[in-house]
Nanobody, 121 residues
Framework: QVHLVESGGGLVQAGGSLRLSCAAS????????MGWYRQAPGKQRELVAT???????NYADSVKGRFTISRDNAKNTVDLQMNSLKPEDTAVYYC???????????????WGQGTQVTVSS
C-alpha cells in the first residue's frame, strides 16, 4: 500500500515563505521519483519540482531560484521550501510518488490529497 500525506500549506503574504512536507507510507513498493505538482483554479495540474533517489532535481521555470525540493530516502519524505512567494503561486499543491510494486515490477503513480497554498497580494 502507498499513502501520501501533505502538510504545511496555508495563507501567506506575497514575499513570504512556506515549507511543504509529504510523508509516504509504503508497504510492498519501492519509491522512485517524488515531486510536487500544483493546480490553480481554472487551470490544469502542472509540475512544480521533482527529485530522484539520487537527489537530481528538476524545476518549473516559474519557480526556479525560489523553490527548493529535497527528500529523505530513509524516512520516505519529500519537502518543498517555497520562498519569495507570489500571488500566482496560489494553488492546491499535490505530492506525487512514482513507485514500483516489488512483486510485479510495475510502476504506479500515487498522489496525496493536496494542501492549499494561498498567497495574498
Amino acid at each position: 500500500q502507498v499513502h501520501l500525506v501533505e502538510s504545511g500549506g496555508g495563507l501567506v503574504q506575497a514575499g513570504g515563505s512556506l515549507r511543504l512536507s509529504c510523508a509516504a507510507s509504503i508497504t510492498g513498493f519501492r519509491i522512485n521519483h517524488m515531486g510536487w505538482y500544483r493546480q490553480a483554479p481554472g487551470k490544469q495540474r502542472e509540475l512544480v519540482a521533482t527529485i530522484t533517489t539520487s537527489d537530481s532535481t528538476n524545476y518549473a521555470d516559474s519557480v526556479k531560484g525560489r523553490f527548493t525540493i529535497s527528500r529523505d530516502n530513509a524516512k520516505n519524505t519529500v519537502d518543498l521550501q517555497m520562498n519569495s512567494l507570489k500571488p500566482e503561486d496560489t494553488a492546491v499543491y499535490y505530492c506525487n510518488a512514482k513507485v514500483i510494486k516489488v512483486v510485479l515490477g510495475r510502476e504506479y503513480d500515487y498522489w496525496g490529497q493536496g494542501t492549499q497554498v494561498t498567497v495574498s497580494s
